[in-house]
């Protein structure tokens, strides 16, 4: 049986790095919680206590993602969410995710997305618009019925309504 076979019994992870991913979910999910926070490199490695170069690369090998660009990646996502599901400004959206200013979460959404804050609103606002619009037509008041011999083809019947 596969099970006893040594080449392929399951092999125990070093403590090591059973220590670093219990780490790297700490860092993960202080990151989601906190994305108003200084969420560099240097501050999260204050925050575990791990050389900075160590948690960098740790990050990248276990998740596959550089440590910055997951925050960044993160804090746009929180972004999309805000400019669809709030009325909050570019400045408290900006500030609620870390940004320094309005102004830079303009240029970092912009560079990101490849649409402004303000286009990507009224994009979601029209689409949301049009599916309201969608939702109130009134149903059609005919159907389909199949014909006797008609070999499949149907024909229209208007139903009583």
Known sequence: MLK?????AAKPIPA???HSAE??????HFITENLHADLSVSALARTFSQPESG????????????LDQFVLRRRIERALHLLKHS????TEIATGIGWGSATDFQTAFTSYIGVSPAEYRMS?????????VKSHKRPSASTCIPREGSGGRAR???AAV
């Open 4 to 8: 006893n076979d040594p080449a392929v």
């Open 156 to 158: 229209r019947v208007l």
């Open 55 to 66: 948690l960098f690369r740790g990050f990248k090998l276990q998740t596959g993602i550089a």
């Open 23 to 28: 780490i790297l979910m700490q860092v993960v």
């Open 87 to 90: 009325k909050a400004t570019d």
């Open 124 to 132: 979601v606002r029209l689409k949301q618009q049009a599916t309201r």
């Open 16 to 18: 090591c790095q059973n």
